[in-house]
């Protein structure tokens, strides 16, 4: 069975700097999909980015990107610049066919964005 | 676009009677619909897959008499907890599959906070 761990339960950043959150998943599949989830709030879960694993290249949206390391199984998401908006529950989550098979999620990690 | 509303996005309701939930994808067609459950500072468990015109799909541990699903049309889905008992208080998440563009996403609605007294 697929499993996603995310080992920080809570993290937290200063305004304007760098922060990385942690991922790591287990799967027999060679073919599947990551994502990170954002979960303010609000509680609306919106999705942050997404990563193909067939795909080499990290991806990358805006100030969010991620460094996929197929071998080591790990899938750690980078928010640079660090805005007060960020903060809130990140999970990460795996699904073998993107997104029209049931996502897999993680515990998540609280994401505190201070001042 | 891309717009899953949830109602009621809170209910109340007393222990033994029954309460429903409906999720809709407001601007497009969603054949699959998922239902999630998130406790207190927890993740999101998939409860059961939601599919247009058919039975729902549930997950092993799932109740499917105490949790109804049906998935009358593209564009609704409704979640029914039968002979609700405290411990069914939860947060209930639905989401629809958008199949416009591959690889399809997942749009999540703003949950249901479901308290049984």
């Known amino acids: 069975a697929q499993t996603v761990t995310q080992s920080q339960p809570e993290m937290s950043v200063q305004e304007a700097e760098t922060v990385t959150l942690s991922c790591t998943y287990d799967?027999?599949?060679?073919?599947?999909?990551l994502f990170w989830y954002k979960q303010p709030p609000s509680r609306q879960i919106i999705l942050v980015i997404r990563?193909?694993?067939?795909?080499?290249q990290n991806a990358t949206e805006n100030r969010f990107s991620v460094n996929f390391q197929k071998a080591a199984k790990s899938f750690s998401l980078k928010i640079s610049d660090s805005q007060l908006g960020d903060a809130a529950m990140y999970f990460c989550?795996?699904?073998?066919?993107?997104?029209?098979?049931?996502?897999?999620f993680g515990k998540g990690t609280k994401l505190t964005v201070n001042p | 676009g891309a717009v899953v509303s949830q109602h009621p996005s809170r209910v109340i309701c007393k222990s033994g009677t029954s309460v429903k939930i409906e999720c809709r994808s407001l601007?497009?067609?969603?054949?699959?619909m998922f239902w999630y459950r998130q406790f207190p500072k927890q993740s999101l468990m998939l409860m059961a897959t939601?599919?247009?015109?058919?039975?729902?799909?549930?997950e092993q541990g799932v109740e499917k008499d105490k949790f109804l699903i049906n998935h009358a049309s593209l564009t609704l889905s409704t979640l029914t907890v039968t002979s609700a008992h405290p411990e069914d208080s939860s947060f209930y998440i639905c989401?629809?599959?958008?199949?416009?563009?591959?690889?399809?996403?997942?749009?999540f609605g703003p949950g249901t906070r479901l308290t049984v007294t």
């Open positions: 990563q193909e694993a067939y795909k080499q």
């Open positions: 799967t027999s599949e060679s073919d599947y999909y």
């Open positions: 601007d497009f067609q969603a054949t699959t």
């Open positions: 939601s599919n247009e015109g058919s039975k729902a799909t549930y």
């Open positions: 989401s629809a599959l958008g199949t416009v563009t591959w690889p399809y996403e997942q749009y």
């Open positions: 989550a795996y699904s073998v066919q993107g997104g029209s098979e049931k996502l897999v």
